[in-house]
Every structure is written in C-alpha cells, then in structure tokens.
C-alpha cells in the first residue's frame, strides 16, 4: 500500500466548497495563513519543516484525466465543475519561512495568495505536508540539544505511521540535525547518511553467540557494529573481547557495539570496563531500545560512557505530542481582511509578516506579527517562495537547511535551549493588526 | 511528496544480514511471529488489521533493476549478493488472524515461515503495515463503542502523519466500525462512504452567513451539511430558521448542522431548541473539533442532542497512544526453536497458535497461547493466509471484515466493552510452550 500521487488526497468538502464558488464566480484573491495554535505542554519552540514537499505539491497540482472521470462517476458532482477541475492548477503566490526556522504560536510559517477555489482546494494535503515533517523537526530538535553531539540516528520506520512518515520523518530528523537514518529508501530519496547495525534475529538464527557475531562482521567487515544484548550482555561484551584477536588478524575491527535493553546507563559502564581492561578502548557503545528526553537526559547527565542513540519510536511519532494543533485559516478576501471567531479558534485578520529580534549576544529576544506593510524593526522571517505558482529559488540543499536548524537552535534563548517550555517566549502582535481585527468585528457587527 | 513502492523501503541492517545469511548458505526455514508486548495504559484490547495490506507486499515484494542499481553504486554490497537480491521473493507461508479480530498482548496476530533472508527482509515494511492499521482500528473501535451508534465519519487526513497514514487510518477507522471519511482518495481506493460538510473559511469569504449558507445549499441541494460556528453558533441556527422556508421552496432541506468549537453540549441543546421550535425537527446535529475519548463520553452520558461525531486528529495519530509495543521475532530456525532473553523483551519460542473461549452468553471469556500442534479446546485464531508466496483465499471485501469486528467488538466480556483497561483479559500459556521455553534456555546454556 503506498499512497498515490493524486489531488484526490483530500477532504470530501475541499471539492463541494470549490464547486460552490465557481459556480458563482467566487474566484477572488484569497489570502490563507498556516500556523500553529498553540504548543503542546511539552515544546518551547517549534521547528519549521516540509516547505519544499509543499512547494513540489503545489507546482504539480493537477486532477487527472483518471482523477475526473472518477469524480464524474460518483455522482457527487456537475460536469461543468468537473471541466473546470480538469483545467485547474496552482497559479498563486506564496511566502514562507525557511525549512530550519524557530517559531511560535501564532506566527504564520506559510502563506498563500490565490483565486479563493485553488487556495482552498490545497487545504488539506498543504497542511498534511508541513504539519508532519514540523511536528518530527520539532520533536528531533529537543533530541539534538539533549544529546550534546553525541550521534543520533532515526530508526523509527517499522512504527512510523505509513512508508510516508517513515521517510519524512528520516529527514525532518536530519533537518533538525540527526545524523542520519536506517532508512534505506530515504538515504536514497534524499541523500541522508545511512546507518545499519543487525537484529537480534540475527544471533538467535545462530547456535552459538560468538559465531553470529564472526558471520556478521566478515560479511560487513567496515563501519561494524554488533549488538550485545540477545542474551546477557555483560557475557557478549567478553565474547568480543576473546573474538577480537582474530578479527584483528583478518583486518577486521569493531567499530561500535549497540545496547538495546536493559538499564543502559549501568551497562554502557560495566561494557565500557569490560572493552578497556581488552583493549577494546577505540569500540564505541550505540544505545538504543524505546529511547526518549528522558532516557536520553539521564544517560547524558549520568556521564555514562554512550556514544550515540538510535531513536525509533519516540522520534517518527512524536510520541509525547503526536499532533500539533495547527490551522490553515482565511485572513483576507477579495481586498477585504477576514477572521473567524469560533469559540477557542478566533484567527487574525489580514496578510502578516513576523518579524525577530536579536540580543546584543546574537540570541534571539522577541518577536513581532504584524501586517505584511507595518514598518517594524527586526529580521523578516516570511519569505517570497512562489510566485504565480512557480517556484521562485532553486530548492535548497539538506545540508543548508541543517545549517539554518543549527544555527536557529543557537540562537535560541538559554531556557529554551535548555528545553524548558515554562520559559515561554515573547510573541507580540503589532499595533495595527489588532486594530485592524478590530475593525473587521466592527463591519461584521453592521451587517 | 508521496512513498514510492519499492522494496528499499526498510531498513540498512535487513539488507546487511540478508548479504550475511547468503554469504554463508543460511537459508534454513525461518519462523517469525508478530505480535504486541503489551497494551498502552488506555487499551484493554486490539483490533486487528493491516493484514489485506500485508499479503499484497509479500506477493509482490521484489527488487527492482533501479532499486540494485542504486544498491551497487552506493558501494555498501557485493556483486554475488546484489545478483541473488534481484531474483528474490518472498516464497512463504503465511498464519495470520483475520482483520477485524480483537486481540491481547503476547498472541501473534502474524506468522511467517520461510527461507531465512527472505523472512527477515520482510520485516520492516511488515510492522509498518501491520502496527499502524491495528493502532487505528483499535483506537476507533474505542469510539464505535463510545459512540453508542451515532454517526462516526473519519476527518483526520489533515494532520494524519503524511498521505499512507490518512489513506490507511480512513480504511482502519471504517473496518472497526466508523461510517466513512472526508478522504476521497480513500473512498476511491477502498469504496468506504465520503462524507463532506464546509469549511469556515467558505462562511467567511462571504460578507454574510446566510448567504454564504444560501450559496453552499444551491450548490450542494443533496447531503446538506451546514457549518454554525464561525461567528455565533445560536445566532447562526436562528439565521437557518429564518432561511429554512426559501430553500425548501426550491426543494431544498439542510441534512444536517455541524458545530467544531464552544460547549458542544450546551450548543448541542440550544441549537436543538432553536431547531425544534423553528420547525427544524429534522435536521441533525453533528459535533467536531479536537474530540477524543473523554469528550465523546461526556457528550454521549449528558443525553445532548448529537447525533454524530465527526474525528480527525485523535482519531488518525491515535493521540492518546500513537504507538504500539509490537515486535516480529524470531521463533524458529532450521527446525529449532529460539527465543530472546533481553532484559524485558523476552520471547517465547515455537509456532504458536491462539485459541479463543467463549461462556454460555457467547462472549469471549479466556484464550490460551500454545504451540501450534498442542490440543487445546477452544477456536483457533490464526488461519493459512499465503503458501508458497501466494494468497490461498480472494481478499474479504471491507464489508466482510466490518461483519467480522463488529461481531468481535460485541463478544467482547462487558467490562472491556465499557472500555475499562484495568478490567484485564485472561491470557494463558499452554503448558508445552512453557516447557518447551525452559528446554530452550537449557541447551543455550549447554552450548
């Protein structure tokens, strides 16, 4: 099962609202918004990704031949509406932040300018794109300021939610400064460093521990790395210790091994003692095994002698927030601004730029949104990226996108780098645009 | 951006071992179970599902001339292996329970026996496809029997964790009893009912509710849904009272309304007394926005007039619980049994085969685990699947397998049905698994 390529990957009334304005003529300039409501409990900050998967969907929007006929035989709509579809493409504007920006609630990281049916026909898939690789971007930033340098690589296929999130999940991971993954697919999609250790499977299909390690490192004989704990894993350590003579004969030497259950903080000692009194000093101890902060931030405040993590679970599913509470909202149509007040959901009027201000140390100190026009000073995070529905710049390469995480992790400010969401930051809203919500209260109200 | 289908999909060390194992002749018969540890704090059972996805990746798993030309060029294999690679297939037997079976931890729901390479290549993408459609069906089957038969349409595709997930958690959702989804491309792909209502964004390019109401029921006379809370909920039902006579003069009736945000509880009873004075008897209230367990069960113990649910984010990244503590592990090798002894992810040895006892109410009341060939009362749960790389039955229709979890969900011993975790499940290990376990360590501990 592998998700096709189709702009049928939508909500049901995407299409019947997209209907009802053509109808009408309804094909005004829209102006839509993505961004995130509010953090969940455990996130200071959040970290923009998925902007170029977005951009690729939005360049190649198109209903097929296959997708309109489908539509005509359902009965669900007109055929002049189904014409109308056949021709449609993705002809407007859109800013955004770069893939590797910090933000907060409230800032806009996406916006598009269109005729009201396209903007509003990209709703859902814009927002299953960049609401996912944020959300594992975020998650994988936490991650990589726990992990103080240490390595850390993605292993969280198997329980990732479907092959997609899998590879998205690779490199929102890598974007936010993993060192790479075991997927081999996403090594191969988007140029991510590849890592592979072996299963337990793996020694059990051998009667015999110490020969299940000799098999696997003459198969593999470079970057080897074995994995200890099948059994008992104080036991395997000294088994590689007694192997190693002979895999040094054959020019072979471990580079790693990997603990994967257990109190890792006691084993990574006791293994750490085992592989220096052998003279196995250069050997590297991998932990792995349903990691996440908080395995992660004990291992790491232990002083405990590991090298790297392999995360799986915690990473591809965000697990302690699966979900960001996310929008993609209507701010202006047709030259008019406009905002919604359902209970709990109310939404700003009007197109808005977010604007970042620095700290004579170069952090980060305070943000503004206002309107796209206001004069406000400080650094402008929205960017043009489309423009009449191409593509503005070449897309950027993996490697400066990293660099823009790395450096917008930096530059956070020391609470928040320290992963203390209670920190909170400064997100202020510019003078006019709260006149401006004002004001469209205010003509509602008179209608 | 969307999952291509290919068998890199995996990860790198499924590749290193399968090089090791036919480096040196380990094709021996493999047996590997999947099954889940242990259930999450607020699961009592599981639903199974995923397995139609399953059989359609082994029969058709295969490397293509792309996928080997890239595994030679990234310089990681040899040529022998990377030859052998391109002419594998996956040539095993498959047990498996069918979709729509309610389940607990330590009973594999899964079981491959074949050569060894080919077993373990498999196993990635295999818990990938298996894991997260039993995670949803489980979850949903939380909200079929909250719900108490009121209507229940899947609306997650937007923050589902990319494109599989939204396509698969529609197919899962609906299999564990939900009436349909907003997804069209999942009601193209599987044929499940769509379901479609508007959007605030479609109130809100109007200058005015009522016509924007107007303008969507002329467009879409059939299935009205009509959506009240972009402004004022009460005041929106009151416009609809107002409205109501014109659009039945054009033979037009509103279906249904939605409410997404406020006291869905206190605005399902206003709206309801606005209707029912207004003439309205007929139209229906549906509830949406951020609901989940905990709101589903207040709404439904209040009594409140709602009359269906419409779930997205809880629902498609399964938020309370988005992972499961599942594993496929090795069994068996070369005719004889293994098990893993790491520390808390023990594993029992063996073929195994569960069986199912009902009491004289004909709910389920104990299921006993035991070897395969052991003579136990009770209904055997795993069934012949695949022999030899091939299916053995036509796939169920989706209809079946609702039948089939509906049935199950009704068997249910009534304190699971009242979704109480802590109400438990009797689970037993037959007594030559235990033996035969024992027997294993013993000869591990002689080697």
Redesign the interface.
Known sequence: ??????A??????????A???L??G?QGT?V?EFFVRRLPPTRGFLLAAGLE?AI??LESYAFSRDDID?LAS?G?FGAAFLEQLASLRFAGDVHAMPEGTVFFPDEPILRVTAP?PQA?LV???L???L??QT?IASKAARHVLLAQNRQLVD?G?????????????ARASYIAGYDGT????A???FDIP????????????F??EAEAFE??A???PEDLVLLL????TEAAARKLVTLTPRLRARGISIKAVRL????LIALSRSVRAIFDEGGLRDVAILAS??LDDAEMRAIVDSGGPVDGFGVG?SLT???DA?????AY??TE??G?P????????ETLPGRKQVWRRFGPDGRMCADVVSLEDDAVAGEAQLQPVMRAGKRLLPPPTLGDIRARSKESLARLPEPLRALDPAAGYHVERGGSLLTLARNVDRR?RE?
């Open positions: 099962m592998n998700c096709p390529d189709s049928l990957l939508t909500d049901l009334y995407q299409l019947k609202m209907e009802a304005y109808a009408r309804e829209a839509f998967q690729a969907f489908w359902s669900m009201l509003q709703e859902t898939r927002i299953n794109l609401h996912f959300l292993f296929l198997r329980r990732a939610h479907g092959g997609d999130a899998g590879l998205l999940a075991a997927t081999v697919l090594g191969r999609l590849l890592f592979g250790t072996m299963a337990h499977s793996f020694v059990q299909a009667d015999d098999a696997f003459e198969s593999h704990d099948t059994y008992d994967d259950s257990g109190d095994g349903g679970t599913t965000s697990i699966p979900a960001l509470d996310c909202k209507l149509y047709a008019r406009r905002r919604k007040r359902s209970i709990g959901k509602r209608v």
